[in-house]
Each structure stands twice: as C-alpha cells, then as structure tokens.
Nanobody
Framework: VQLQASGGGLVQAGGSLRLSCAASGQAFSSYYMGWFRQAPGEERKFVAWINRSGYSTTYVDSVKGRFTISRDNAKNTVYLQMNSLKPVDTAVYYC?????????????WGQGTEVTVSS
C-alpha cells in the first residue's frame, strides 16, 4: 500500500488542523493505521493508532483530549484531527500502516506532512 499524507501547515497556538492520509491499493480496511511525528532534532515518536474497523484508538498522553484519529474505509483514508495545538506539536507528521495488531513495527510509511505551530 502507498500512503500520501497531507493537511499540514502553519497555525497559531490554540488553532486546529486536520491531517489526512490517503492509501492507494486494495484492502485498506485490513491495515491498522498509525500517526507518528518527528520534531526537529528528535526521534520519530508515536502519536495515535486506530484499529481496522475504527472503533478502537490509542493516543500518546500528550495529545489525549486534543487529537482524534479516525478512518473512512470507503475512502481509504485515515485522519488526524488536531485541536488546541501547542508549539510543542510542531513536527513532521507521518502516517503508517501495519498488518499485525501485535507488531511493533509498521510495514508502510507515508512521506510526511509538516505542521508548524507558532506561539
């Protein structure tokens, strides 16, 4: 599967952005999807995860209550709604897909979309 992330940009603190990740190919609904981010000078870190049906999600503590991951299997797309953005959320955001729920590693990665939050 090929993943194409979009929706990044420059936003003021307190603002919102919605990231999208469109998947090409078939069987999108068979993949567990995740969002990660990499801030300047830091390693890439987990942000959120959603199961295949979309009914189960997990978030890193720092974004709980502010970010929402969702998916539309009919559109082969996963979303990350980001509200109440903070300067510390500034990073390149990546979407990823994996076939095994228990796997730590993701099989496919998108190219990343940059989010900059100004104070």
């Amino acid at each position: 599967v090929q993943l194409q992330a979009s929706g990044g940009g420059l936003v003021q603190a307190g603002g919102s952005l919605r990231l999208s990740c469109a998947a090409s190919g078939q069987a999108f609904s068979s993949y567990y999807m995740g969002w990660f981010r990499q801030a300047p000078g830091e390693e890439r870190k987990f942000v959120a995860w959603i199961n295949r049906s979309g009914y189960s999600t997990t978030y890193v503590d720092s974004v709980k209550g502010r970010f929402t991951i969702s998916r539309d299997n009919a559109k082969n797309t996963v979303y990350l709604q980001m509200n109440s953005l903070k300067p510390v959320d500034t990073a390149v955001y990546y979407c990823a897909a994996k076939t095994l729920r228990s796997s730590v590693n993701y099989d496919y990665w998108g190219q990343g979309t940059e989010v900059t939050v100004s104070s």
